[in-house]
């Protein structure tokens, strides 16, 4: 269990089977125990992890407009086709402060992020200007952004930012949570995984800018993703065609109990 717990002390909220798959590809396939047997010997350890909830920070309460839906139904073929934003709080001893995220939706990447002490667009807009930097700074009209109703993606600033690169504008509608998903698995995995696991707030902007600053590396280089065929995000941003999904809910039984697995 060294090795698990070598892996928990740099993502402490992930997950058995991501844990299983990890150590599969570190040591001989021959030595490591199956899938089964090894979520059963991380129950007999307590290692198997809770989930736990996360909140929102959307106000849509404002004067800019709101744009139409424009991905239901779409399904990308590769990177820099759709990225979808969101923002959500992380808890201080004294306050809290905000991250700003852009994700590719193709290979789950995290191609932008901007931790800041508010809500403003100017920090919403430098998680942006790092996406589009990634991408290359230049004619993205084949992109979609995807993001909610808030005030930030609305606001003139950021219209304009997305429009002098020629990005198509899309926006959640009803206030329905689901409409921007993958944004929100995002800010799940990304607190649930690492913030929440902590057992304690941080103290300072800069401790919890250092671990974000971590985590994100971990999770787009090392952490493998149902939904991308258990790769990991850095190397399906590299690749084409749909990706193979992975995330069906099963129960594991051993010992006399069932263990579902979140996938």
């Known amino acids: 269990m060294d090795s698990v717990r070598e892996i928990r002390e740099m993502d402490p909220g992930i997950g058995g089977v991501k844990l299983w798959v990890m150590l599969d590809d570190m040591y001989n396939a021959d030595w490591m125990p199956g899938r089964d047997a090894f979520l059963n010997l991380l129950h007999r350890h307590n290692l198997m992890q809770k989930p736990r909830k996360s909140r929102s920070t959307t106000n849509s309460n404002h004067r800019y407009h709101k ?9 990308p073929t590769a990177a820099n ?13 004294d306050g809290c402060c905000y991250l700003h995220l852009v994700t590719d939706a193709y290979s789950k990447k995290i191609v932008g992020w901007c931790l ?5 667009a100017t920090f919403t807009l430098k998680a942006l200007r790092m996406a589009i930097n990634q991408a290359g700074g230049s004619d993205l009209s084949g992109l979609i952004h995807h993001s909610d109703r808030g005030v930030q993606y609305c606001c003139d600033l950021y219209i304009d930012e997305l429009q002098k690169y020629g990005i198509q504008i899309s926006m959640t509608e009803d206030y329905k949570p689901t409409d921007n998903a993958i944004a929100e698995r995002v800010n799940g995995i990304i607190k649930g995984e690492s913030i929440y696991r902590q057992q304690r707030r941080f103290k300072t902007y800069y401790e919890a800018l250092k671990e974000i600053e971590r985590f994100v590396d971990f999770y787009n280089n090392r952490r493998p993703h149902y ?22 809910k099963k129960n594991y039984a051993g010992n006399g109990q069932r263990l579902q697995i979140n996938l």
Request: aromatic share 10%; glycine share 10%.
């Open 67 to 75: 744009w139409k839906n424009l991905i239901k139904g779409f399904i």
């Open 227 to 248: 939904s991308i065929g258990m790769q990991t995000p850095d190397v399906a941003h590299e690749q084409t065609g749909e990706q193979r999904k992975m995330w069906k």
């Open 81 to 93: 086709q759709l990225w979808v934003s969101d923002i959500t709080y992380i808890d201080l001893v």
């Open 116 to 120: 800041a002490g508010s809500l403003g």
